[in-house]
């Protein structure tokens, strides 16, 4: 089992609409939980991170943790075509180091 | 506003050959990191340095040396290039513990023929 799960997508989703991604974790002493957007040919760039069960927004973002259910999801508002690209979900947990997921390619058709 | 600097940018060896990938951060960070991401992999940890003068292995660190030069740079190395090395480093770095994520690089995209 990996230890950060993502559905690789494609995730094709209208403009304006509401864009869902998803992830979940295999471990349950995870402390702190990241979104990366990654451009075609870039390097990841944080976007979110939450740390307490609940949401927590930023402009049109929402980030979503349950750790009970050691789910993590990523709420992207009003969708635009500048959001395509794709989403890296990363954990950190113990040892001094981030364990990310594959990633979720995210398309936004006009 | 530097960050995180990698050099090069790109970078074409013979299987067989060595070089090394150079990573400086002006954050003042402790931590820093060498991932690579190959296509369907996502990023996978190759070594890391939790502080000035440590250096641990990650996940998939054979054929790789690292050095951790000062608190600013940190350089990954491979020894004798193989075609299965090729793909794309990020080198990244951190507050001690990365609890509020990564500063990445902007990649070395790397392809050994």
């Known amino acids: 089992q990996k230890e950060v799960e993502q559905n690789s997508g494609p995730l094709s989703v209208p403009e304006g609409a509401i864009a869902s991604l998803n992830c979940t974790y295999s471990d349950r002493g995870s402390q702190s939980f990241f979104w990366y957007r990654q451009y075609s040919g870039k390097s990841p760039e944080l976007i979110m991170f939450?740390?307490?069960?609940g949401d927590k927004e930023d402009g049109r973002f929402t980030a979503q943790l349950n750790k009970a259910s050691q789910y993590v999801s990523l709420l992207i508002r009003d969708s635009q075509p500048s959001d395509s690209a794709t989403y890296l979900c990363a954990v950190y947990s113990s040892a001094s180091k981030i364990i990310f997921g594959s990633g979720t390619r995210l398309s936004i058709r006009p | 506003n530097a960050g995180v600097t990698q050099t090069p940018k790109f970078q074409v060896l013979k299987t067989g050959q060595s070089m090394t990938l150079q990573c400086a951060q002006d954050?003042?960070?402790?931590?820093m990191y060498w991932y690579r991401q190959d296509p369907g992999m996502g990023l996978r940890l190759i070594y890391y340095?939790?502080?000035?003068?440590?250096?641990d292995k990650g996940e998939v660190p054979n054929g790789y040396n690292v050095s951790r030069l000062n608190k600013r740079e940190f350089s990954l190395r491979l020894e004798s290039a193989a075609p299965s090395q090729t793909s794309v480093y990020f080198c990244?770095?951190?507050?001690?513990?990365?609890?509020?994520?990564?500063?990445f690089g902007s990649g070395t995209r790397l392809t050994v023929v």
């Open positions: 939450i740390y307490s069960n």
């Open positions: 954050m003042n960070h402790n931590s």
């Open positions: 340095s939790a502080s000035e003068g440590t250096t």
């Open positions: 990244a770095s951190s507050e001690a513990a990365p609890a509020y994520g990564y500063t």
